[in-house]
């Protein structure tokens, strides 16, 4: 007798089949909601025992399944069988796409959304779409406003983890990415993309009135003020504007009279690097213009 043979109980509601009349009356209930097994302390109701059993280890914090590997208990077993695959390295789900693999299949089905374009998460106030619920919840802090994530060491807040853990290298100095070209390291990741561009001569943005290029955004957007006649930065001691925060500091000298470049020979001092590499020439026996 075939295995379809032997599943002769079919269920009245839909066409699922069943190999023991049990499992069928089990199943039945998921149609006419009789629940036989329920739960006092909150009201849930339970198709079987063992469902009642697992549902009532989220009030008693019961946890009887632990990982022999690191100790973790768990409130199912399922639970459990999906935690050991980060200590077996076992990634049993394989992207059908790419050929990337992981040890859940919810990581999986989530990465899927890459090649599908799937964004099932759509914000309420703005309408935009997100792949994944995370990326809604955090995003939905601009509307909000909330900054939930503190810096323990000053007031700043912070409305996600990520924000604040890159917020806290400030503080204690960390600089976690290093080029690999000459070793200077960089708190940020987008820091070290943009000094690595020193080395490769990658300037990916260029100006649409002249076409010149540049290795970062920044320097692009105060270049666009020499064609828009822009100066954005203004003197508070006088009228004078500039196009560069830059040339603002170096003029706001003329005001205080701070001159921070020094001369190693003779102790001069001056306002500006240029008026300093000028005056050097004097002590090598150079010409200043040659």
């Known amino acids: 007798m075939s295995l379809r043979a032997k599943r002769s109980h079919h269920c009245p509601h839909c066409e699922e089949i069943f190999p023991l009349l049990s499992k069928l009356k089990i199943h039945t209930k998921i149609h006419t909601g009789e629940n036989l097994y329920s739960f006092t302390d909150s009201g849930k109701r339970c198709t079987t025992s063992v469902a009642l059993t697992v549902h009532q280890r989220a009030h008693t914090g019961e946890k009887p399944y632990s990982c022999s590997d690191c100790g973790k208990t768990f409130s199912q077993l399922a639970f459990l069988k999906k935690h050991e695959h980060m200590h077996t390295g076992e990634k049993p789900y394989s992207c059908s796409d790419c050929g990337v693999s992981f040890s859940r299949l919810d990581a999986l089905q989530t990465h899927q959304r890459i090649h599908t374009g799937e964004k099932p998460y759509s914000c309420s106030d703005c309408g935009n779409m997100f792949s994944q619920l995370g990326h809604l919840k955090r995003h939905k802090h601009i509307h909000t406003g909330v900054k939930p994530y503190s810096c323990s060491d000053c007031v700043k807040c912070y409305s996600t983890s990520t924000q604040l853990k890159v917020h806290q290298r400030t503080h204690t100095g960390e600089k976690p990415y290093s080029c690999t070209d000459c070793g200077k390291t960089f708190s940020q990741l987008a820091f070290l993309k943009i000094h690595e561009r020193i080395h490769t001569g990658v300037k990916p943005y260029s100006c649409s009135d002249c076409g010149n290029i540049f290795s970062q955004l920044a320097h692009l957007k105060r270049h666009e003020h020499v064609h828009t006649g822009v100066k954005p930065y203004s003197c508070s001691g006088c009228v004078k504007c500039f196009i560069t925060s830059t040339e603002l500091k ?30 050097e020439c004097v002590h090598r026996g150079e010409e200043p213009y040659h």
């Open 250 to 279: 170096v003029h706001q000298r003329t005001h205080t009279g701070e001159k921070p470049y020094s001369c190693p020979d003779c102790g001069k001092r001056f306002s500006r690097i240029g008026l300093l590499k000028t005056h």
